[in-house]
């Protein structure tokens, strides 16, 4: 089998999954657990994929201007600045960072 047919195999199953979603009975979806694991899981994909961005490098881990980005934002994050802000901040400390010799 060619790419073209593992992407057009997985457009499929991922239009597939995101029908059988649909199907869900909306009681199921009413339950505060499922509410609560769906925040979660949420959070904690969000939160993985970051940390991936931020210190790996291809199979490597990296340590680079990107922590010093990670760690503006987080203080952003934490003054409770919008989210514009939060990125600007992000790329201001990447900036000088890189400014400042760090890869």
Request: net charge positive.
């Given at each position: 089998?060619?790419?073209?047919?593992?992407?057009?195999?997985?457009?499929?199953?991922?239009?597939?999954?995101?029908?059988a979603g649909y199907l869900v009975?909306?009681?199921?979806?009413?339950?505060?657990?499922?509410?609560?694991?769906?925040?979660?899981?949420?959070i904690g994909l969000l939160a993985?994929?970051?940390?991936?961005?931020?210190?790996?490098?291809?199979?490597?881990l990296a340590l680079d201007a990107?922590?010093?980005?990670?760690?503006?934002?987080?203080?952003?994050?934490?003054?409770?600045?919008?989210?514009?802000?939060?990125?600007?901040?992000?790329?201001?400390?990447?900036?000088?960072?890189?400014?400042?010799?760090?890869?």
């Amino acid at each position: 089998m060619n790419l073209w047919l593992w992407i057009l195999l997985a457009c499929v199953v991922a239009f597939l999954t995101k029908l059988a979603g649909y199907l869900v009975p909306a009681r199921w979806m009413d339950n505060p657990r499922m509410n609560r694991v769906a925040g979660t899981l949420t959070i904690g994909l969000l939160a993985s994929l970051t940390a991936v961005n931020t210190f790996a490098s291809g199979q490597e881990l990296a340590l680079d201007a990107r922590i010093v980005a990670l760690a503006a934002a987080a203080v952003a994050l934490l003054l409770r600045a919008p989210f514009l802000v939060v990125v600007l901040a992000g790329a201001v400390g990447a900036a000088l960072a890189r400014l400042a010799g760090m890869p």
